[in-house]
């Protein structure tokens, strides 16, 4: 007889603990053990919540190569079935040798699971008869937990689900995140349902009434952000800094529908369009996604979102100046341009005309479309093509936590048909969905991918551009890491087209993503290694690094209303001379809108208590050497620039920290 020492660790997560009998089968090359009952002298404590425990499998001869273990559990008599998150078995053989299965996985019945050995294995190199097998009926499994749905046309498909509890039990939130979520989201509101502010449709009477429902939440940004957002330069440097640095670029020729000439934005002859374009001076914002958008109607009253352009101007001492904003698409006697030289009124009108069509473009295009929803494309194309023993799947599974069900919940309780969105936003409802079809057909690989994205805006020289500054860097730092990850596991380009798990995971997202559609760019499938590496650099970047720029912010530059307003119920001027303080009163969204608009982003900004930093891996999916030293240097690597950004943040009066990957999440999970 010989005897293999098996370690069974459970997980450290609420409610990981069973009661039930527990068995273990091992498979090698060369025999299987029996079905073997995991007995200890703990009791009840043997699977309890982190716990290690030891036991002893024995076989008459040696098993050989060890290819994947069974387990399954049983209640006890009289006892119900529970639930179980064991997060790895180690085997030692009697040669001395120690194989690793990562599980990280509920098991929830009391079907036998199979759990291969933790050596990464592609299609081609999985020869055992046995090992083919399980990677098959794995497979066979996942295509039908995670189904594909459409929840609207024209946008990426989503998971197959009637309910949260109805999404596949690994893809749930922890008892902790769910904890956290419900009571953010119902303080957050109850709050301001208590101050009878919630259900209030009255207009604002003055601005020291929006800044005592501003004054329930606050952060040190939303405190700069109230006390600056009239101001010329910080409107100009949110389009670099703000949650939106996706739309300014360097402009070298006026569009034709923005007829803007030097004597309009340089008074006396100081400089010229021609020349300070040529100079790279020159930038512009062009909201033309927005143009005859559908709008809502709230509270009885017709909402207006316009489709603005904005030139930009950076002066010689480094700050981006807006110089002209004209806020429909078309020039007319009706849509004048606006100066910073008009009256008060007229200009700050303009601009919060602007920042309104911010919202609805940043959270449409910017944040729901390009980071949440391809995330999800992501991680259900990942889960439904890869099993947990390929190279890709150990790389990416950490970067789809809680994906699934923050997006389930979007979908439920953001742009339902009763969604705060759909409700409160002046592009809610069918508006919403024309702005995520014109959205989806405009985007582009290389907009996904941050050096192409910003060399082909121009915008490498820019001076105090920090998201490119840090993203840049954090791009570089992910490329080398997978590059490092592929170059060990595929040695050659025909290598990568053998791997046909690999071809359908990219042909899935093609097809689910992108809707088939010839979005300039994007593979349907990979020839080289190259292609594989800088396309998973863009899905970890996408669900990590850019989702945090674009999410982590929105209630420092959206709590206080008048900077981000979610809708207004005004038209704007079509001459000039005739705003007031009065009038932009009046154009704010009324008082319930804007208290659902705070909750809302209050919400989608607070971090969970469980949150899980870039390149941290507390679920150990790989188990050899190379791969483990690999997360080591990037895991350093990180560590560096996050202590040069916390550095150049001290001298910042706006430090921005979204990509500082201490604060940057491993997903899209809120």
């Known amino acids: 007889m010989v005897n293999y020492k098996v370690t069974v660790t459970t997980a450290v997560r609420v409610k990981a603990t069973t009661f039930n009998n527990v068995f273990i089968k091992l498979v090698g090359t060369d025999g299987e053990s029996s079905r073997t009952w995991l007995a200890s002298l703990k009791g009840a404590a043997t699977f309890y919540v982190g716990a290690v425990s030891n036991f002893y499998v024995s076989c008459p001869t040696s098993l050989g190569k060890l290819v994947l273990i069974e387990i399954d559990k049983k209640p006890l008599l009289l006892f119900p079935e529970d639930s179980w998150f064991p997060s790895k078995v180690e085997v030692r053989t009697p040669e001395g040798d120690t194989y690793h299965f990562p599980i990280y996985r509920w098991i929830t019945d009391s079907d036998v ?96 009434a929006i800044n005592r429902v501003f004054c329930c939440k606050r952060t040190k940004i939303s405190d700069y952000v109230q006390e600056n957002w009239r101001d010329d330069a910080f409107f100009g440097y949110q389009f670099l800094n703000g949650v939106n640095p996706m739309m300014i670029k360097r402009c070298s020729v006026l569009p034709d529908n923005f007829p803007v000439t030097d004597d309009m934005v340089f008074l006396h002859g100081s400089h010229s369009l021609a020349e300070e374009m040529q100079k790279g001076n020159i930038f512009l914002c062009d909201y033309n996604r927005l143009d005859g958008v559908k709008t809502n109607v709230i509270n009885d009253k017709k909402q207006h979102l316009m489709a603005p352009l904005v030139l930009l101007h950076q002066t010689p001492d480094n700050k981006l100046m807006p110089i002209a904003i004209q806020l429909k698409q078309k020039p007319a006697d009706d849509n004048p341009i606006f100066f910073p030289t008009d009256s008060e009124y007229d200009w700050l009108l303009a601009k919060i005309f602007v920042r309104s069509a911010e919202f609805s473009e940043h959270q449409l295009n910017v944040h729901l479309l390009r980071t949440h929803l391809l995330a999800e494309v992501f991680s259900v194309s990942l889960l439904r093509n890869l099993p947990m023993v390929h190279p890709l799947y150990k790389l990416l599974i950490p970067h789809t936590r809680y994906t699934l069900q923050i997006n389930f919940l979007a979908r439920l309780l953001l742009i339902s048909k009763n969604g705060v969105f759909t409700e409160f936003a002046a592009s809610g409802g069918e508006g919403m969905f024309t702005i995520l079809k ?126 981000t307003p979610i809708s207004l119920q005004r038209a704007p001027p079509t001459t000039k001379g005739s705003s007031s303080e009065s009038t932009m009163l009046q154009t704010f969204p009324d008082v319930n809108t804007t208290v659902q608009g705070m909750a809302t982003m209050w919400l989608l900004s607070k971090q969970s208590s469980d949150f899980v930093a870039l390149g941290q891996y507390p679920e150990e999916h790989f188990s050899e050497e190379i791969p483990r030293k690999l997360i080591k240097d990037f895991q350093e690597e990180l560590d560096v620039l996050s202590a040069s950004i916390k550095d150049r943040n001290e001298s910042l009066d706006v430090p921005y920290t979204y990509m500082d990957p201490t604060e940057v999440e491993n997903s899209v999970a809120i």
């Open 113 to 208: 699971k199979l759990f291969r050995e933790g050596t990464a294995l592609r299609v081609f190199d999985d020869s055992h008869h046995l090992g083919r097998y399980s990677r098959e009926k794995e497979l066979k499994l996942r295509e039908e937990e995670y189904g594909w749905d459409v929840y609207a046309e024209g946008i990426p498909h989503n998971i197959k689900a009637d309910s949260p509890l109805d999404l596949p039990s690994e893809v749930h939130f922890s008892f902790t995140k769910t904890t956290e979520f419900l009571y953010t989201a119902s303080t957050g509101l109850t709050e301001l349902k208590l101050k009878g502010l919630s259900d209030c449709k009255k207009n604002w009477t003055d601005i020291d």
């Open 438 to 563: 014109r959205s989806l057909s405009s985007l582009t690989y290389s907009s996904l991918c941050i050096p192409d994205d910003i060399a082909e805006r121009g915008l490498e020289s820019v001076p105090n551009f920090y998201y490119r500054d840090d993203g840049l860097r954090l791009w570089d730092i992910i490329h080398r890491f997978v590059e490092g990850v592929f170059g060990h596991y595929y040695k050659s380009n025909n290598e990568v087209q053998q791997d046909s798990e690999l071809q359908r995971w990219i042909q899935d997202i093609f097809v689910h993503g992108f809707l088939s559609q010839a979005c300039p760019g994007i593979p349907q499938s990979f020839g080289t290694v190259a292609e594989l590496v800088k396309f998973v650099t863009m899905v970890i970047f996408t669900g990590s690094a850019q989702h945090s720029a674009v999410n982590t912010g929105q209630y420092d530059y959206g709590g206080w209303m008048p900077n």
